[in-house]
Nanobody, 121 residues
């Protein structure tokens, strides 16, 4: 089972940018869907964005135009470019691979440990 490690979080002022990375321990070439979620203090975890291997992306409505998800299969890495950050974007950001069937085998959902993004006003 692939393991995921996020990096790139930190403290940034409102209006700033950060780029999160999610490094997979193995090949992501055969992993069709990957995504980013976030969980703010006292709130439920929510979807930020997903990307399919064919390049199709979906975003939470409130984040369209500010966040960009991408993947580099050659580097086994998922990215999240975050621009024009706002204090309400403060959260722990998690990388995710949904449960999937591949090659007749069930692979369970995978989460990274998360990376904290703090946006100051």
């Amino acid at each position: 089972q692939v393991q995921l490690v996020e990096s790139g979080g930190g403290l940034v002022q409102a209006g700033g940018s950060l780029r999160l990375s999610c490094a997979a321990s193995g090949s992501i070439f055969s992993i069709n869907v990957m995504g980013w979620y976030r969980q703010a203090p006292g709130k439920q975890r929510e979807l930020v964005a997903r990307i399919v291997n064919d390049g199709t992306t979906i975003y939470a409505d409130s984040l369209k135009g500010r966040f960009t998800i991408s993947r580099d299969n050659a580097k086994n890495t998922l990215y999240l470019q975050m621009n024009d950050l706002r204090p309400e974007d403060t959260a722990v950001y998690y990388c995710n691979i949904p449960a999937r069937l591949w090659g007749g085998r069930l692979f369970l959902e995978v989460w990274g440990q998360g990376t904290l993004v703090t946006v100051s006003s």
